[in-house]
């Protein structure tokens, strides 16, 4: 049985950085891309990054690239997503995901590949 579980999500003040995690079990983690969505109230869940399974290589939406970095350790079976300067209007949950293949085109990433998402981790950014 595979199990997501995200972890870090905390108040954080407009400006501020925070650093979320993501431990995945039941199955062979390095066998598998890994991505982050979020998702703000109300709306679509949304691709935010994704690193190939060796961590080689990364891809981010264009809106968030330098702002946020993916990263991931195998021997821990976990990724991590650190964001920088956070909007004051920021609300959504962020959700980790694996995927079969790494792409360098947001559309590929898609939540419909696979069941495998966890509860989400909500970053409510204070102004």
């Known amino acids: 049985q595979v199990q997501v579980v995200e972890s870090g999500g905390r108040l954080v003040q407009a400006g501020g950085s925070l650093r979320l995690s993501c431990e995945v079990s039941g199955l062979v983690f390095d066998d598998y891309a890994m991505s982050w969505f979020r998702q703000a109230p109300g709306k679509e869940r949304e691709f935010v990054a994704a690193?190939?399974?060796?961590?080689?290589?990364?891809h981010y939406i264009n809106s968030l690239k330098g702002r946020f970095t993916i990263s991931r350790d195998n021997a821990k079976t976990t990724e991590y997503l650190q964001m920088y300067s956070l909007p004051p209007e920021h609300t959504p949950a962020y959700y980790c995901?694996?995927?079969?293949?790494?792409?360098?085109?947001?559309?590929?990433?898609?939540?419909?590949?696979?069941?495998?998402w966890g509860p989400g981790t909500q970053v409510p950014v204070s102004s």
């Open positions: 690193i190939s399974w060796n961590g080689n290589s990364r």
């Open positions: 995901h694996p995927v079969s293949q790494f792409h360098y085109d947001t559309d590929s990433y898609t939540t419909r590949e696979n069941d495998y």
